[in-house]
């Protein structure tokens, strides 16, 4: 029976043509049983007319029976959130299905800036662990598992910046639980001890308690509890039933080029669930103070870390293999260059450098906060050196050079300003292209030579369009490294020896080109 509009029931099914396609509207429904007979009704007529349709309205109530994958349009990317799995057989097709349905759509997760470096989009391949119910959530069955996980990525960094995105630190969509107040570590280990009480006195933790111990501390500089490395909205939060579903989010993964590299990542957070539930990871958590982004923004220690996580693994009966994070790193740390001077090797790659938010501006749509990215890393690792007779210096500065534990391996970080936009820290300090690498010979006093890393095109010009493919975009980034360019004349060694002996010790691997700039 057809019934005018205004004297329908609140919960009809609303049917009508729009864009050309029918339009199938559903009501809200309490009972997820009637809803899905509901769906079969419309799926069975519109198969029986051979009419496809288009189902709008209320969604389904939840239900531990029911699947959803939801897709959202997001700034930039689109948004995708899958199904639970339960097995890794169904997470594997998930994925691989997920990454062959974008491929066919023209949809990617990688792009190429115009100067070639080679991205992900910015798009999340956040890890979700939980049970079918809250009840079934490991993390409330063992809140232990939370704090193991917590104080593992607490002490292994290369885990929270080897599967980032571009924009990390303090500011970002997922810090580090140490990268907010400075008494965060503190209080977090006042909450362990108090959930180890808990569990040791009762035997077990009411979800509500677990909830309330980290709630505040699992947090962002401003207080906000989505935008954390360990994402606990979901966990039993006493608000709604939607915050309650025993549900902890990992939110410092970036969407991988490859669908290999995105089961990898999974794989690993399987794998050190399984290790921290045999056996609790309960070590104190680690002050690293400036040796944080000193240390693992720089290839070689984001290597050496991960390493150590895989020989835990291994130690602990899982079969992880450290060739598996190799994509990874070179994705993450692309090569820049390398040459050869007189025994005596350079090697350029790429660094992670903080992205920080700006102070608030007033723009002609409203009130804003700026992200500065001006500031980029370097990674200098030189082998064969002979400290006694050289000395590397960049753009006339000595590089701290700190050995590693490779005999004849030594690294440094070189921090410089990339470009000067119109609202940035520092802008008085304009971009510190070309950077000039020496092997200096103490001996004779003189460059013996070096390389030249230009920060944009070495011509000069402007690229007007985006690299067509990786091939361009390769030869964009090569066209920047140059063999060529070394100081000539003679060199003052002595004088390199008081600018060393004057470099700050707060990052003393670190060679902040900014703090040496010759003011305009």
């Known amino acids: ?61 939840r239900d531990p029976r029911l699947a959803t994958l939801v897709v959202t349009p997001d700034p930039g990317v689109i948004e995708i959130n899958v199904q639970p799995t339960s097995s890794w057989a169904e997470m594997r097709t998930v994925v691989e299905t997920l990454y062959d349905e974008a491929r066919l759509a023209r949809l990617a997760t990688e792009k190429f800036a115009l100067d070639g470096s080679h991205t992900g989009t910015g798009g999340g391949n956040h890890v979700t662990l939980g049970g079918a119910t809250p009840d079934d959530s490991p993390l409330l069955r063992r809140p232990d598992l939370l704090r193991s996980l917590v104080s593992y990525w607490q002490h292994h960094p290369s885990l929270s910046y080897l599967f980032s995105g571009q924009f ?27 959930l180890a009480a808990q ?71 399987r ?32 290597r050496s870390d991960i390493h150590e996580v895989v020989a835990d693994l291994r130690r602990h009966g899982i079969d992880f293999e450290p060739g598996w994070f190799e994509p990874f790193l070179e994705f993450r740390f692309p090569l820049v260059g390398e040459t050869v001077i007189d025994g005596v090797r350079l ?3 790429r660094a992670i450098e903080p992205w920080h938010v700006l102070g608030e501006e007033v723009t002609e749509s409203g009130t804003a906060r700026y992200v500065d990215s001006s500031v980029e890393r370097l990674q200098l690792r030189v082998d064969w050196l002979d400290p006694r007779r050289h000395v590397v210096t960049c753009n006339s500065i000595p590089v701290p050079l700190q050995s590693t534990d490779r005999e004849g391996t030594s690294v440094a970080g ?19 292209g070309p950077l000039v690498f020496d092997v200096v010979d103490r001996w004779s006093e003189r460059s013996l030579g070096g390389c030249t890393y230009e920060i944009v095109h070495p011509g000069g010009r402007s690229y007007d369009t985006f690299p067509v493919n990786a091939a361009e975009a390769e030869a964009r980034r090569a066209s920047r490294f140059l063999t060529i360019g070394h100081t000539a004349g003679h060199v003052d060694v002595a004088r390199l020896d008081e600018i060393a002996a004057e470099l700050p010790r707060e990052y003393p691997r670190t060679l902040d080109l900014r703090r040496h700039h010759t003011a305009g």
């Open 414 to 432: 070189i921090r410089f300003k990339a470009w000067a936009p119109w609202s940035a820290l520092h802008p008085t300090i304009d971009a510190q």
């Open 271 to 302: 794998s050190l669930v399984a290790r921290f539930w045999e056996a609790p990871y309960t070590g104190r958590l680690t002050r690293w103070g400036t040796d944080l982004y000193d240390r693992f923004l720089l290839p070689w220690y984001v």
């Open 347 to 349: 090697e350029l790659r």
């Open 1 to 61: 029976e057809v019934v005018d509009v205004h004297e329908a029931a609140p919960t009809s099914l609303g049917v009508e043509i729009r864009d050309g396609h029918v339009a199938v509207f559903l009501p809200p429904i309490a009972d997820a049983d009637h809803a899905v007979e509901l769906l079969t009704v419309v799926e069975s007529v519109a198969t029986r007319l051979e009419q496809p349709v288009v189902v709008q309205g209320y969604a389904p109530p």
């Open 168 to 194: 990390i630190g303090p500011t970002s969509q997922a810090p580090r639980v140490d990268e907010g107040r400075a008494d965060t570590l503190y209080e977090l280990e006042i909450a362990f001890d108090e």
């Open 199 to 269: 569990q040791a006195a009762d035997g077990e933790v009411p979800s509500w308690i677990v909830d309330r111990l980290l709630r505040h501390l699992l947090v962002d500089l401003t207080g906000n509890t989505h935008r954390s490395e360990f994402c606990i909205d979901k966990l039993f939060s006493p608000d709604s039933e939607r915050g309650r579903l025993g549900i902890v989010e990992l939110r410092a993964f970036e969407m991988p080029p490859h669908p290999q590299m995105a089961l990898v990542q999974s794989l690993l957070v």
